[in-house]
């Protein structure tokens, strides 16, 4: 028996839950609205049983009847995109916030949406008497408070590829003491799957992005779990 889930979806919101705080400053519709936290584009599960052929069984061969037959394998199959995430940034220099508010956070400016990745962003604006055109020329002449407009949950983190395998034996020893032979694997192909990435944009005094470990994995889930067990019922 099979059974196969696939869904594909997207979810947009300004908040996540009732504590996330919206932007008090934008239009959140603006500055908030978005892919949410918990948005995953594509989900696909499948999960399956079957109960191998009894080669003993078959050529009336006992003796491999006792190794080969009563053998079942069952596992589950799950892949998924990653979830979404704001690359936020930081400056060799210690320039003032843009935001002119030490509770306001900013974001990166997007200079060209479709140059690669790690050189799509800049700094955001600089308001004028802030800083010299010196260590931040990305300065403005206004003095109004900058806060980028790169958006919510504009790039994806790492997905998940996973599969989970199990076989099993059924042993009959007498008419009262059976038993179980279970070989259970999570990660069967130990596929590495990273959890987490370098989601920090670093600007020079140019405004040029020096990160090179920008969008790089910082973390992996587990590697392959095999464990073997002996279940004995009576």
Known sequence: TVTVSYTFSKVLDTADSYGNAVDPFLDPRSRNYGP??????QVFTANFYYALPKPGKATGIRPL?????????????????????TPGYTLVTG??????????SVRAEVINP???LASRFGPPPEPAGQATLANAPWSVSSTAPQLGNL??????????????????RKLRFTERFTG?????????FNHTQFNGVNSTLQFNTLGQQIN????????????????????LMF
């Open 36 to 41: 949410a936290g918990f948005n995953r584009a």
């Open 65 to 85: 009847s006792w190794v080969a037959d009563n053998w079942e394998l069952s596992g589950v199959t799950r892949m998924l995109t990653g979830a979404p995430l």
């Open 95 to 104: 320039i003032s916030s843009p935001a002119g508010s030490p509770s306001e």
């Open 114 to 116: 479709t140059a690669p």
């Open 151 to 168: 958006g919510k949950n504009t790039v994806t983190g790492p997905g998940t590829n996973n599969w989970d395998l199990s076989l099993y």
């Open 180 to 188: 179980q032979l279970r070989l259970e694997t999570y990660n069967t």
């Open 212 to 231: 090179s470990a920008f969008m790089l994995p910082t973390g992996n889930r587990p590697p392959r779990y095999v464990q073997l067990a002996f279940r």
